[in-house]
């Protein structure tokens, strides 16, 4: 019985020491930038735990330094979707040729990423104040949404294939209501 409860408690510290170095190797990396590994080690990650009847080691393998293409396994993935979400009408009357002040503002909102038929939301972030956006992505079809206000803006969904290298690009438009 004590042989099973062993196994268990390491399973569990081996997979939270796995999540915590992805964490700490992996956030804030540009999407598609490569992932070294920590000075000094390997890709091999080691976590020791301490019982009350002795000491138990567990160690995972993870492969940092891998050059293969989106959908591989772990990130980075060399494919996914860039784009920017754009604000607009910004003038009350549209002149033709359009005035350049009253061109398409960028938008600073939340944008979301579910796959193709699929409700639930697979990836999200915020832009940033120019309304870019990068996600890093498996290759398949994907539907990006942008967070509107509570009547407007009024933000429309776009569809997005993306290809097992490169990244697709795009533009959410969202609607002001001006007219």
Not at 23 to 43: E, I, N
Not at 107 to 117: D, F, H, I, K, L
Not at 126 to 134: N, P
Request: charge should be neutral; aromatic fraction near 6%.
């Amino acid at each position: 019985m004590e042989t099973k409860w062993k196994g268990s408690v390491l399973g569990v510290v081996a997979i939270v020491a796995l999540a915590a170095f992805l964490y700490f190797v992996l956030a804030g990396k540009p999407a598609g930038a490569p992932v070294p590994a920590p000075s000094g080690t390997d890709g091999t990650l080691s976590t020791t735990t301490t019982t009350n009847t002795g000491t138990t080691t567990a160690t995972s393998s993870i492969d940092t330094g891998s050059t293969s293409t989106g959908g591989g396994g772990i990130l980075p993935y060399h494919s996914g979707v860039r784009g920017v979400v754009l604000l607009g009408p910004t003038c009350p009357v549209m002149r033709m040729p359009p005035e350049p002040q009253c061109a398409d503002k960028p938008y600073q909102t939340m944008v979301s990423v579910s796959r193709a038929g699929a409700t639930s939301v697979f990836a999200q972030m915020e832009t940033g104040a120019d309304g870019a956006f990068s996600f890093a992505l498996p290759p398949g079809a994907y539907v990006l949404s942008a967070k509107g206000g509570a009547m407007l803006p009024r933000c429309a969904s776009v569809q997005v294939s993306v290809a097992p290298e490169g990244y697709a690009s795009t533009t959410i438009s969202c609607d002001t209501g001006i007219r």
